[in-house]
């Protein structure tokens, strides 16, 4: 019996996964470097049975169509599920899954990362040292405490929790959260549920790291700015369009806050001339909250055995509803 073809979109795919593949499958990986684009993906998808999509591209219609009616499974090497499109999925009945959990503490740890360095000016920090102009003095150079600051979390899932439990032990006053529904978490961890407005209003703190849909895309406007204080920290691991950049861009010019630390940002990869990198107040890195060598290995493992479960038949470990 002739063995399931599998497309791995990306040649860097961490072996350990194409090792728990190649037994039962026979693979086809792109090669294209840095990375291959939709129609060099489209060329090689044609007959496969399922995709290992480590892609930040969109996976639509088109991507099914060049696969063809056999093809019934993709493992999405990311949590975030945004940039595929659930529909059709699920219209043509091909499972999905994704790879959550794996990589909450390695983006949890980035998260602390960001507020640190834009509570304590890391950006500014630099260049004042790159352009000589140190100096010294009890009042120069201050910054704000992460220790016995109120923050809010909006999006109380696995990185959300993950984020509040680092958070313990910075001592903080008080660990808040927005979403739908009090999380059983929260109870142990000591957050409490707040609506969004009171979240932005009293955080001294604010971390996005919710899943990005049509209730939460631009969620981050001139409003909610408006609500955080000056003195407020403003941090992003969930997705770039969570925020409209511009009134985030503004409130940073205008300082009416403190600072903001992004791993996500619109477009990606950002141009290097974007406003956002002009702004001494704001911390960049270039979406790169899970990898670490341990979390993508785990992320890829988990995707592979997902499409071998997925190809069996079997329920995969962590299918997108
Ligand atoms: O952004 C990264 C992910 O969704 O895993």
């Known amino acids: 019996m002739s063995k399931p073809k ?85 219209k043509n009945e091909v499972k999905l899954a994704n790879t959550p959990i794996v990589l909450n503490e390695s983006v949890a740890d980035l998260a602390i990362g960001l507020a640190l360095a834009a509570c304590r000016r890391f950006t500014e920090g630099r260049e004042i040292i790159t352009s000589a102009k140190w100096t010294f003095g009890p009042q120069w150079f201050l910054g704000r405490d992460l220790f016995q600051a109120r923050v809010g979390i909006v999006g109380f899932g696995g990185i959300g929790q993950a984020i509040a439990r680092r958070l313990k032990a910075f001592d903080v006053t008080e660990i808040m959260y ?52 000056k003195s407020a920290v403003f941090v992003n691991v969930g997705r770039g369009e969570l925020v409209v950049q511009k009134d985030l861009v503004k409130a940073l010019q205008t300082n009416n806050l403190l600072g903001a630390g992004l791993d996500v940002m619109t477009p990606e990869p950002l141009p290097k001339d974007h406003e956002l990198l002009k702004l001494s107040n704001c911390v960049l890195t270039p979406h790169v909250a899970s990898a670490t060598k341990r979390t993508r290995d785990a992320m890829a493992e988990l995707c592979a055995q997902n499409i071998l479960r997925g190809l069996g038949g079997e329920e995969m470990f962590t299918p997108v509803p």
């Open 6 to 90: 599998v497309l791995i979109t990306h040649c860097e795919v961490p072996s350990s996964a194409i090792d728990l593949l190649r037994t039962d499958c026979d693979l086809i990986i792109n090669d294209e470097k840095p990375y291959p684009n939709i129609d060099q993906i489209k060329a090689k998808a044609k007959g496969v049975d399922a995709i290992l999509w480590s892609s930040k591209l969109k996976l639509n219609e088109d991507v099914l169509n060049a696969a063809g009616p056999q093809m019934k499974v993709v493992a999405t090497m990311s949590a975030g599920v945004d940039n595929i499109d659930l529909n059709v999925l699920r």
């Open 178 to 229: 927005s979403g739908h529904s009090e999380k059983e978490e929260a109870v142990a961890l000591g957050a409490k549920l707040v609506d969004f407005q009171l979240l932005c209003l009293q955080s001294d703190f604010i971390f996005a790291c919710c899943p990005l849909n049509d209730e939460t895309r631009g969620m981050f406007n001139a409003k909610a700015f408006g609500w955080m204080h």
